[in-house]
């Protein structure tokens, strides 16, 4: 008997060894061959780039390979030189940089010829909403990994891992900072006991080059510091600020800087004292300004007016382009509302040219289903950085706009892209196993914001879920063809899969309630700010949808430059997937498909669920190629996207219905739910939607 249990529990170790929880994200690779490292210099940076070498060798046999830091002008920044057997880099970052790029190109097949590679921002930072008490912001992959509850400042051999493990992944596709704590920031950040654990983390993140940055809140000096105000000319606040830089440099001396939220959506800031943001982002910059730090001064502001809220960030911050220091850096969300599944790109990229600007893009899926729905990003970020805004002639691209290329000034101080992380305490990091593809995708656009997101997906998946190409037996090919090639489309579509189904054709923000969740194109409780209901932005009724931004209405498009100005002013012109963003159109407006817009609308929805159910038949065929724990997980999470599709879809149209007065096309599912059960699920499970 005994004998027995001891089998059983062998069996059970084993399978825990290999279980796949996804903890390794896409550094699963281990060497199969010697390698011999040369370098002629040492350090602990140095040392992870030999090991990683020695860890994950898959070129020849016994090569030896050459790190060489000499400087060369061709090579910018973290930038390197590759080849088969050398890396040369200016610095110790871009050898390890280096060092990533070979190893994922042996694994992936891809070819190694000589190239210099450079980076296309300087600063590629994620920003953690996490709270000092271990929630997270927007996170739906459990707790954070830096802060918790209960014994907060201890650190233990578990925090310091997986701080290690995360510098690792993040150095693996080019990442050098992380803004460690929540935007809408905790007095107590800047207290001495946190910034003891700060310094433990920055400890933790320096070899692998990533420098550690914090969000802090603009009242601080009045509540830590006992002052009577935070007002920011007053110069004993100015001077609280610079002391505390003092302090911050003492203890981490590689340390970012600061991000600041500041007078937006209830946080304090320099106009609560009648100054404007270019006083308070100054004074925080000039405190900064001597240990070589920087400010990140975000634009996403908007108040109850009765204002276009696409309008306002525009508004407030163009008087002031020019007015920053050197070492400001203006944060710009990608849309000019909120990180909705689609949005025009925001009207200040391009706008303001006498300021750095950066822009934020949000990894974690507050608006795209959570940790639940299979999102791909790369194509969204792709289609925002490719975006054109005319600002400088015809291929002034975000990209280019933000990456120095067009606007020297941001070389000063380095230029910078940010992204909100999907990252916390489970096993596998993002919740949503696919949901790290989009950590992976936002380090390797920000390093070459011109990679296409088929490619960066072709990588993730080799990466990730094993096999290399480089033999071509049948297995390899059997894998490339049945589970490469199928899960890759899957990804490339999932995206424009959830706009359909959540809202195609420009329209947006039409969530119930806060949880940024489920459908709620009704919802307007009594007394609640209009700006933060779906009818604001649907503005559905008897004569039809969308949101009228024209010169005929808000005229949002005013802040675009020409062409983009009136190719979207013309319905005719504007493109159908900004249709309902920038126009309010009849029912029946005719759409390029020879549909009505109702119609049009319907079709989109429904294509959305056909497409859900598509993914679930690509992954249920790739159930061969995947280990069990990944696949069920995986297999779980589409069927609940499926339902959640399928009640978007009746929520909206039975919901618009009420309007258009139109039947959905027959040819078309029928709905599944009527809508007074949705409403009143809704009303349920409102402030229920975390996952
Ligand atoms: O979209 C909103 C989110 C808030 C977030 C805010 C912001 C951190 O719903 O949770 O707060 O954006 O970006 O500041």
């Not at 602990?44 to 050459?66: C, D, F, H, Y």
């Not at 802060?147 to 690792?168: C, M, N, Q, S």
């Not at 779980?636 to 919901?655: G, P, T, V, Y």
């Amino acid at each position: 008997m005994k004998k027995i249990y001891g089998i059983i529990i062998l069996i059970f170790l084993t399978l825990c060894l290999y279980a796949e929880d996804g903890h390794k994200l896409w550094l699963r690779n281990s060497s199969t061959k010697p390698v011999n490292v040369v370098c002629a210099k040492n350090s602990p940076t140095l040392t992870i780039a030999k090991q990683e070498l020695q860890n994950g060798w898959r070129g020849e046999m016994g090569t030896s390979v050459n790190l060489v830091i000499k400087a060369d002008k061709a090579i910018r920044g973290d930038g390197f030189r590759i080849s088969k057997n050398t890396i040369q880099a200016n610095t110790e970052n871009g050898i390890l940089y280096g060092v990533y790029e070979l190893l994922r190109r042996q694994q992936t097949g891809e070819d190694i010829q000589e190239e210099i590679c450079n980076p296309s921002y300087d600063r590629r930072i994620l920003n953690h909403w996490d709270n000092l008490d271990g929630s997270i912001e927007r996170g739906y992959a459990g707790l954070s990994i830096f802060w918790r509850k209960g014994d907060a400042f201890t650190v233990t051999e578990t925090d310091k891992t997986l701080w290690l493990e995360y510098a690792r992944a993040n150095a693996s596709i080019g990442i050098n900072g992380s803004v460690l704590n929540n935007v809408n920031a905790s007095h107590l950040m800047l207290t001495s006991d946190y910034l003891q654990r700060v310094k433990a983390i920055a400890e933790v993140l320096r070899p692998y080059r990533i420098k550690t940055y914090l969000s802090v809140i603009f009242s601080s000096p009045a509540q830590i510091g006992g002052l009577k105000t935070s007002d920011p000319l007053n110069p004993e606040v100015a001077q609280w600020w610079k002391d505390k830089a003092k302090e911050i440099y003492n203890l981490i001396p590689d340390f970012g800087g600061f991000l600041v939220k500041a007078n937006s959506e209830g946080q304090p800031g320099p106009q609560d004292f009648g100054r404007t943001h270019a006083d308070g982002a100054n004074m925080l910059a000039d405190a900064l300004n001597p240990f070589g730090g920087i400010v990140m001064w975000r634009a996403f502001v908007y108040s109850a007016s009765d204002e276009d809220r696409a309008k306002q960030a525009y508004l407030e911050f163009m008087p002031f382009d020019g007015q920053f220091r050197d070492n400001v850096i203006i944060q710009v969300k990608n849309g000019p509302i909120d990180f909705q599944p689609r949005e025009p790109f925001s009207p200040l990229f391009g706008a303001m040219k006498k300021t750095t600007v950066m822009p934020e893009l949000q990894i974690t899926q507050e608006y795209l289903g959570h940790s639940v729905h299979l999102a791909f990003l790369a194509p969204m970020w792709e289609e925002f950085l490719q975006s054109d805004t005319y600002q400088e002639g015809a291929g002034s691209t975000v990209a280019r706009c933000t990456d120095g290329s067009i606007f020297p000034q941001s070389r000063i101080f380095g230029t910078a892209i940010a992204g909100v992380a999907n990252i916390g305490l489970d096993a596998n990091w993002c919740g949503h196993h696919f949901g790290q593809s989009n950590w992976y995708a936002f380090g390797r656009l920000a390093w070459n914001s011109s990679m296409k997101s088929e490619q960066i997906a072709d990588e993730w998946i080799k990466l990730t879920f094993g096999k290399t190409t480089d033999n071509k037996d049948d297995s390899a090919i059997d894998w490339n063809l049945n589970f490469l090639s199928p899960v890759k489309q899957m990804m490339l579509e999932s995206r424009e899969a959830i706009v359909d189904f959540m809202m195609p054709l420009g329209l947006h923000h039409i969530f119930s309630a806060n949880g940024h969740y489920g459908p709620g194109p009704w919802w307007a409780p009594k007394g609640m700010r209009k700006d933060w209901t779906p009818p604001y932005y649907h503005q559905a009724d008897s004569l039809g949808i969308g949101f009228d931004r024209t010169s005929t209405g808000s005229n949002n498009l005013s802040q675009y430059q020409e062409p983009l100005r009136s190719v979207y002013s013309n319905p005719a012109t504007c493109p159908e997937a900004y249709l309902l963003w920038f126009h309010h159109l009849p029912w029946d407006y005719k759409m390029k498909s020879g549909r009505s817009l109702w119609d049009e609308l319907c079709y989109h929805y429904d294509g959305g669920v056909q497409q859900v159910r598509r993914f679930q038949q690509v992954w249920d065929q790739a159930e061969r190629f995947v280990d069990r724990e990944r696949f069920v997980d995986v297999q779980r999470r589409l069927r609940d996207q499926s339902l959640n599709a399928l009640e978007w879809k009746d929520a909206c149209l039975l919901h618009f219905q009420k309007f258009s007065r139109k039947p959905i096309p027959y040819n078309l599912e029928r709905p599944m739910y009527n809508l007074d059960y949705l409403i009143e699920k809704d009303t349920k499970r409102v402030g229920d939607y975390q996952h």
